[in-house]
């Protein structure tokens, strides 16, 4: 059974950084393209980053240069660094899995997904 479990939301002023993870189980890592999307009630999901397995990385224009996705493939943990955060980017972040072999982009689905955690921010 896969499993994406993310952590290290929670609430920061603006122009504050947090770090976020997603512990991956049940997949085989390394063969899966992983990303971050973000949602706000109301709203629809939008792809944040993205990191192929080949260690590609995408970004959406509003967060390139403030944030940073990596990968530990021996830990099965994706990252996002997150730094001069903005009140536009609070919301509800989750993590995403796809299979290496399909379109992995900011505008695609993924075939797994994590349950998400909140992200608020004050100004």
């Known amino acids: 059974q896969v499993q994406l479990v993310e952590s290290g939301g929670g609430s920061v002023q603006a122009g504050g950084s947090l770090r976020l993870s997603c512990a991956a189980s049940?997949?085989?890592?390394?063969?899966?393209?992983m990303g971050w999307f973000r949602q706000v009630p109301g709203k629809e999901r939008e792809g944040v980053a993205r990191?192929?397995?080949?260690?590609?990385?995408l970004y959406r224009d509003s967060v390139r240069g403030r944030f940073t996705i990596s990968r530990d493939n021996a830990k099965k943990t994706l990252y996002l660094q997150m730094n001069n955060l903005k009140p536009e980017d609070a919301a509800n972040y989750y993590c995403?899995?796809?299979?290496?072999?399909?379109?992995?982009?900011?505008?695609?689905?993924?075939?797994?997904w994590g349950k998400g955690t909140l992200v608020t921010i004050s100004s």
């Open positions: 995403a899995a796809t299979v290496g072999w399909k379109y992995c982009g900011l505008d695609s689905g993924a075939d797994y």
């Open positions: 049940g997949l085989t890592y390394n063969m899966y393209c």
């Open positions: 990191i192929s397995t080949t260690e590609n990385t």
